[in-house]
């Protein structure tokens, strides 16, 4: 058989389109690749159109088999699972053949990668929830994170339920995008660059009195960094209060003294170097 | 004094009270308040300390100024300490200044005595009021109910707080007596179960008039001080037992007793806190409440405390040969349950993989059994996992192995702790 790989735009209705064509051509792909770049030269390409009625088609196909399968599949499209595309593919293919009934079964050969990659993703979720720091901004709060998933569409319901009345921006650096919430309308974008405001004096100061408060509550006698990092990966601590240097501490403007962050009597946070990349995602495997 | 002084004095003379979590909470944001506690459902934990416990809430003194002595306080009146006391606005500023920054889910309020339980309550009270009314936060609050406290205001502060807790401290009256001489069990006991009766009423109004105030809507809990007194492990798994049946607690934390003080009646200064003993006891916590375990299988008379080598789970299954093998294919929930290395979401999701086919032994690992501990005790369609030979004699040794090679991370780091 033709090695064959199919170029998308990177987009879930595009994911479904290659399903959809791969019907229409009776052919199976050997990759899903949204990059042209990363493609070898030696392949066959099939550039995959998007259009919003296949995709619909596909879509409606799916929730009919199982709507379960349709979630976990819009889920898995979030994360890092390496050929993540591919995998989904033979996902639905299965489930077109065989109906839904292999679903059942967490240890399915086909449906165990999905399967693992949205625990990993949902687990990723329910620490942000937690991790994410917001500052207050002039009237807006803004927070930043580096998920190795993309968690936005995840985290979207939560925030704005905490923050109902109020305006806010999360921005994910791992895959440059941002959630932003006024007024009751949230929405995800691509944003390419951006960088945080500098804090004023009051902002500064809460975030001193959050990195005391941290530093205090630890018990010497408990002390137990490896129990830490297990529960709370040190990759996440990059864009946490608790662990950033005196700069992050010190007010906008202003070259006054600042009480040194670190409390007397607890256990000064280890910094983390912020800036320091790369941050792309990682395999999970 | 600034408030960042406070701060500091107030956390670190609240930090050895174990309940951190915000569980049991489920009002959902409202247009015009501040938060919500929905995400608490799951036990959302915001950091994490130096020592590896969760930071889920803002834990803090009203005050550590206090009347009483019990001696294995820090802040007993007899200690020379700095002391401090929030003003009910500066805490009320920090809560909010905090769970609007997503440091927290919200508010853990602890006291000393500050001139009488009463008054101490009354400054408590005034904090959470502010809260509540004037700065509209419907996150989470956990309030302690101090013994001694008139029931009015126990009662005002149930329909403020989310959950209340009275701790108990020492498990035993003869502890009290002797180490906490300004506590009765009495006193202790009274606002407890009124705390009780009040939630149970609550729910039954909330049932019939959707706009009833709710009284501690998530329950109760207390902490039991672990090693501060001779009191067994069996003692005080009873007593736990006791206390989820007859006081519907939600909760009961265990604290290992960081000795803060030289004193004849307490362990010495150099004795290391129990940390794995403290661990033993809320596994066999969660046999009891989620894993239809009673305090009386785990431990008896003759057996008074845990092994320190080996989890409950297993040293119950080692104890218990004839409930094995555990056929997976077969066994109904409860006893899938009984297996170690076979957790609640494992045995969930073997009883629905089954129902696709007969289970063979190498599926298991993918459905989340940890095969290092439960290969021992379960067939697979009749079968046991291939090459597996052991003996009553070597299975012990062999789970200890396994307990110290590449146990869950607490273990494990708790070991390096005690080497
Ligand atoms: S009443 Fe509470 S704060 Fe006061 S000494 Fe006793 S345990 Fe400590």
């Known amino acids: ?285 | 004094m600034d408030v960042l002084e406070k701060l500091t004095i107030l956390t670190d003379a609240a930090k050895y009270d174990a309940a951190c979590t915000s569980s049991g909470g489920n009002r959902t944001a409202k247009k015009g308040m501040i938060g919500n506690t929905s995400s608490s459902v799951a036990g959302c934990c915001h950091s994490f300390s130096a020592d590896g416990r969760c930071v889920t809430l803002l834990k803090v003194l009203m005050t550590n100024r206090c009347i009483y002595d019990c001696k294995y306080c820090v802040n007993r009146r007899s200690n020379d300490t700095p002391r401090a006391a929030f003003t009910p606005e500066e805490l009320a500023d920090l809560t909010i200044g905090f769970y609007r920054r997503n440091y927290i889910e919200g508010l853990f309020l602890s006291s000393g005595v500050f001139r009488s339980p009463d008054d101490t309550t009354g400054l408590m009270i005034r904090t959470l009021r502010l809260l509540r009314e004037k700065y509209r936060f419907n996150g989470y609050i956990h309030a302690k109910a101090i013994p001694g406290t008139a029931p009015e205001l126990v009662e005002q502060l149930g329909l403020l707080a989310d959950r209340l807790s009275v701790n108990i401290e020492l498990p035993s009256e003869t502890g009290l007596r002797t180490l906490a001489p300004d506590k009765t069990k009495e006193a202790i006991l009274a606002p407890m179960r009124q705390i009780r009766t009040r939630n149970l009423q609550s729910k039954e109004e909330l049932v019939k008039y959707r706009h009833a105030p709710r009284f501690a809507p998530a329950g109760q809990s207390t902490q039991l001080i672990v090693g501060a007194t001779p009191d067994s492990d069996f003692h005080i798994l009873r007593l736990t037992q006791a206390l989820y049946r007859q006081y519907r607690l939600k909760r009961v934390f265990y604290s290992a007793y960081v000795p803060v003080v030289e004193h004849a009646l307490l362990p010495a200064k150099t004795v290391k806190p129990p940390l794995l003993r403290e661990h033993r006891l809320y596994q066999a916590d969660w046999l009891l409440r989620f894993y239809g375990f009673r305090a009386e299988e785990l431990l008896d008379e003759q057996h008074p405390d845990f092994d320190i080598r080996l989890d409950p789970k297993c040293s119950w299954a080692v104890a218990h040969p004839e409930f094995f093998p555990v056929e997976v294919n077969t066994a109904d929930y409860e006893a899938l349950l009984r297996v170690p290395g076979i957790g609640m979401t494992s045995a969930r999701r073997i009883l629905a993989a089954r129902r696709t086919g007969s289970l063979r032994p190498e599926q298991l690992p993918r459905l989340g059994v940890v095969m290092k501990r439960a290969q021992y005790f379960l067939t697979a369609s009749g079968k046991l996992p291939e090459g597996l030979r052991f003996t009553q004699d070597s299975l012990l040794r062999r789970l200890i192995t396994v307990e110290n090679s590449v146990p869950d991370f607490q273990q494990l780091s708790l070991f390096d702790a005690m080497a």
């Open chain 1, 1 to 285: 058989m033709n090695e064959m790989i199919y170029l998308y735009d990177g987009s879930f209705q595009g994911f479904l389109c290659c399903v959809f064509d791969s019907y229409v051509y009776k052919e199976v792909p050997t990759a899903i690749c949204c990059d042209e770049d990363s493609v070898p030269a030696l392949f066959d390409t099939r550039g995959i159109v998007t259009d919003r009625n296949h995709a619909e088609r596909v879509y409606r196909k799916l929730v009919k088999c199982s709507p379960y399968a349709a979630s976990l599949l819009r889920k898995c499209f979030l994360t890092c699972l390496p050929q993540r595309e591919l995998r989904m593919y033979h996902l639905i293919v299965k489930l077109l053949e065989q109906g839904s009934g292999f679903l059942r079964d967490p240890s399915d050969e086909t449906l165990y990668p999905v399967l693992r990659a949205v625990r990993h993703l949902e687990g990723e979720v329910h620490l942000l929830k937690g991790f994410v720091r917001f500052s207050q901004l002039g009237d807006v709060l803004g927070g930043e994170i580096r998920p190795k998933n993309r968690v936005l569409p995840l985290l979207r319901h939560h925030f704005c339920a905490r923050y109902v009345g109020d305006r806010f921006f999360l921005y994910d650096r791992t895959h440059r995008e941002v959630l932003l919430y006024a007024s009751g309308q949230a929405c995800i974008r691509p944003l390419d660059d951006f960088q945080m405001a500098q804090p004023d004096a009051a902002e500064a100061r809460y975030r001193l009195l959050w990195k005391r408060f941290y530093d205090t509550i630890a018990i010497r006698e408990r002390y137990n960094p490896r129990c830490r990092q297990t529960q709370m990966p040190k990759r996440y601590w990059s864009t946490m209060t608790e662990f950033q240097g005196a700069t992050y501490f010190t007010p906008q403007s202003s070259c006054a003294a600042v009480p040194d962050p670190g409390a007397p009597a607890g256990i000064p946070a280890p910094e983390t170097l912020s800036g320091s990349g790369p941050f792309a995602p990682e395999s999970i495997l």
